[in-house]
């Protein structure tokens, strides 16, 4: 099959490029390296240089190849940053992802798995989030990823483009085979940055609020390894080909860790104290994000195969150790 992988060079792009790729299909990654690498691009995948806004390319990279899949990754996606410059938020992510469609439908490809997040439900009272929880995003980042699935469905009523959306909650680990994994800079995710401390790249942790509604008062979220949410988008795909109805699943463990949970977890695993200090909340973060996977594991037959956290966390440490400073070619 031909795929086009539009981001994929970044962390969760390049780990579904990998599966793709072990999997025999002809992957084109088209990603503009703003935070990817074309390291983690793996062969034999063709990793093209250049913005999802540039229709002019995009059309040249249609005009080569007939696509029967795409997949959407390309978008800024850190919270806190979406809070201090929402329009970058709304220009990268909605206008790449209108340029997108429109090229898509003018070649009339018409599949697309999209690259969604647990962000767009926002702070809600459900203890577990299903598919038709509502969704009132709390920062411009979900808010912008809302709009996305809103864009495509309305393609999928007027031009017939299917979809499988797929809402991540917190995705984390890397690669089995060690050649890839999560290099942000900088880095704002809690397990890669906890890791720093044993890495010796950092003193201690901020932990942000721990005055919440939640079982110790931090943070709470639901962590799914990187090499099951790759699986899912195969599956994704393969019902999508199928002919079957476009939808929206979320991925998620089912299982809900406190940020607090997390770092006494690392500190068992490396066996280093990880000090911690008590910061004030950051700004957009819902309470707590606990997923129900029942639908994507009903309808896809996914189930995770990486459930506790010990599996992430070893996973995550053995790319870190390995690659102290991340990527080492580009940046
Ligand atoms: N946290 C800290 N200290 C840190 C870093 C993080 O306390 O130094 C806390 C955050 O406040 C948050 C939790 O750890 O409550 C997890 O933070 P991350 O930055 O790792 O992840 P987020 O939950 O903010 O966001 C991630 C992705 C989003 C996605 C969301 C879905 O970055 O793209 O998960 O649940 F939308």
């Known amino acids: 099959m031909n795929i086009l992988v539009v981001g994929g060079a970044g962390y969760i792009g390049s780990h579904i490029v990998k599966q793709l790729t072990d999997s025999n299909h002809n992957v084109i990654v088209l990603d503009n390296l703003q935070t990817g690498h074309a390291e983690a691009v793996t062969k034999p995948a063709t990793f093209i240089k250049g913005n999802v806004k540039d229709k002019s390319l995009l059309r040249k990279i249609f005009t080569e190849t007939s696509f029967d899949v795409v997949f959407h990754f390309a978008a800024n996606s850190s919270v806190e940053e979406s809070m201090k410059d929402?329009?970058?938020?709304?220009?990268?992510?909605?206008?790449?992802?209108?340029?997108?469609?429109?090229?898509?439908?003018?070649?009339?490809?018409?599949?697309?798995?999209?690259?969604?997040?647990?962000?767009?439900?926002?702070?809600?009272?459900?203890?577990?989030?299903?598919?038709?929880?509502?969704?009132?995003?709390?920062?411009?980042?979900?808010?912008?990823?809302?709009?996305?699935?809103?864009?495509?469905?309305?393609?999928?009523?007027?031009?017939?483009?299917?979809?499988?959306?797929?809402?991540?909650?917190?995705?984390?680990?890397?690669?089995?085979?060690?050649?890839?994994?999560?290099?942000?800079?900088?880095?704002?995710?809690?397990?890669?940055?906890?890791?720093?401390?044993?890495?010796?790249?950092?003193?201690?942790?901020?932990?942000?609020?721990?005055?919440?509604?939640?079982?110790?008062?931090?943070?709470?979220?639901?962590?799914?390894?990187?090499?099951?949410?790759?699986?899912?988008?195969?599956?994704?795909?393969?019902?999508?080909?199928?002919?079957?109805?476009?939808?929206?699943?979320?991925?998620?463990?089912?299982?809900?860790?406190?940020?607090?949970?997390?770092i006494n977890k690392v500190e068992e695993y490396t066996g280093k104290k990880i000090p911690i200090r008590y910061g004030s909340r950051r700004e957009g973060d819902p309470h707590s994000l606990i997923a129900s996977s029942k639908k994507i594991e009903a309808v896809l037959g996914w189930k995770p195969h990486y459930t506790d956290l010990d599996a992430i966390i070893d996973s995550a440490w053995k790319w870190h150790i390995n690659h102290p400073d991340g990527y080492e070619n580009d940046c």
């Open 86 to 262: 929402p329009l970058l938020y709304f220009d990268n992510n909605v206008s790449g992802l209108i340029a997108l469609l429109e090229i898509m439908n003018e070649f009339a490809v018409k599949t697309i798995i999209f690259s969604s997040t647990a962000a767009v439900y926002g702070d809600t009272p459900e203890e577990v989030i299903t598919e038709d929880t509502v969704t009132i995003p709390k920062n411009p980042y979900g808010e912008s990823k809302r709009m996305m699935e809103q864009i495509i469905q309305w393609c999928h009523t007027a031009y017939n483009i299917n979809y499988v959306v797929l809402r991540y909650f917190n995705v984390a680990g890397a690669d089995l085979a060690g050649i890839i994994g999560e290099d942000h800079r900088p880095e704002t995710h809690l397990i890669p940055i906890v890791l720093q401390v044993p890495l010796e790249k950092r003193e201690f942790i901020t932990i942000f609020g721990n005055d919440y509604d939640t079982k110790d008062g931090t943070t709470v979220r639901d962590y799914v390894h990187v090499v099951d949410l790759a699986t899912a988008h195969l599956l994704a795909m393969d019902y999508l080909l199928e002919g079957k109805e476009s939808t929206i699943f979320n991925i998620g463990s089912s299982t809900g860790f406190s940020t607090l949970e997390i």
